[in-house]
């Protein structure tokens, strides 16, 4: 696609994690036209999955919990398969140089897991737009109110979408560093954007693959918690029946820091686990930090948490005709998978009980 393009759409959705693909299919579905544009070449945002083998593991979002119902309704009518968090065995409690047994596992809680990784589940959900929705490769650099049109002009990397109504999926404090408004928002709404942190947006994740899962033959159920790091926490992160092999950590990354390396975190993991832990079969370690598609810089400083499910997040803006819709913006489990759908959810209904579809309206 290198020609400059110019069309007019009911709703222009910006990002396509799982917000923004959950948006653009309800939109799609309802009979109203719909676009979808993603900076990366890849649909899933902080759902990301890295390729072992014939296996996929999640180096994003891992778990749903049980009162995740949205998740779990989405995960059905896609039919993913999925499996239980193994908890079975004791964790450990990282300390200088070793490790202290702890009765039992009190890090994890019931949780289920989506078997081809969570990646699979945007990426089934994406694979149901329409032709010609989902517009990859394709950031958005600015967003106009056309004077007296009733639409928004997106300014993306090809070239110009009015718009009735944009959805903005992906996380507030992003879209304002990254995104121009013209004119500028209201400026509480900015400064709410500003201040919100990016959920995971300052985390490395690092993730070990093993033969087996060995930690189980002891007893262990392969979680740990650590004041030392680099990794803070650490769980079992193997598919059904031990296989493939895996365990996780975050790591936190703060300003000048490198992310964890892959060698701090084998030394911990053999600190923890035993020389089994030495030698993985592969290692990964994705520093979230460093995604220019999901956090802006200074993220690591973002800590007002409050600001989660902000009011103002809930009141369209700009006319009635700026959505926020990523987690970070939902009422309802923020942060989470669940978050993203619940705020989709919200950001539809708005959009859909102002707009009268295509078929309905007088061309
Ligand atoms: C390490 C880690 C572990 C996690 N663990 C869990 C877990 O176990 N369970 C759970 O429920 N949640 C977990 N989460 C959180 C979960 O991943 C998020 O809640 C969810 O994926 C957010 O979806 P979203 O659509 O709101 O945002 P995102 O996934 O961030 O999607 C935003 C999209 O916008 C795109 N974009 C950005 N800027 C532009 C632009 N200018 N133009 C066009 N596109 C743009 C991005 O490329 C991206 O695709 C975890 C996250 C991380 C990082």
Known sequence: MDEVEFDDVDVAVI??????????????????SVRLFE????????????????????????????????????????????????????????????????????????????????????????????????RLATPVRRIRTAADSGRLQVDHAYGTTTARHVALALPPALAVAAIDFEPGLPERLRGLAEITPVWMGAIAKVVAVYGTPFWRDEGLAGAAISHLGPMREIHDMSGPSGSPAALFGFAPTAAGEPAATADACLTQLV????????????????????????????????????????????????????????TETATEAPGHIEGALAAAERAVAAILSTTPPLAKEAR
């Open 39 to 134: 900076a990366r070449d890849r649909v899933g945002g902080r759902l990301l999955a890295h390729r072992h083998g014939e296996h996929r593991l999640d180096l994003g979002a891992t778990w749903f919990w049980p009162n995740e119902l949205r998740v779990q309704a989405l995960a059905k009518r896609l039919d993913l398969r999925l499996h239980s968090q193994h908890l079975d065995g004791d964790a450990l409690f990282h300390q200088p140089g070793a490790a202290q047994r702890i009765d039992g596992n009190p890090l994890d809680t019931p949780s289920g897991r989506f078997t081809d990784s969570a990646q699979d589940l945007v990426e089934r959900l994406a694979g149901e737009l329409a032709a010609g929705t989902l």
């Open 15 to 32: 990002g396509a994690g799982i917000a923004g693909v959950a948006v653009a299919d309800a939109v799609e579905r309802s009979g109203r």
């Open 271 to 326: 600190e923890l686990f035993g020389h089994r832990a030495a030698d993985p079969i592969d290692i990964v370690v994705h520093d979230w930090r460093a995604e220019e598609w999901t956090s802006p810089p200074g993220v690591e400083q973002l800590a007002s948490y409050q600001t989660f499910g902000h009011p103002m997040y809930g009141d369209p803006a700009l006319d009635g005709r700026l959505h926020w819709c990523s």
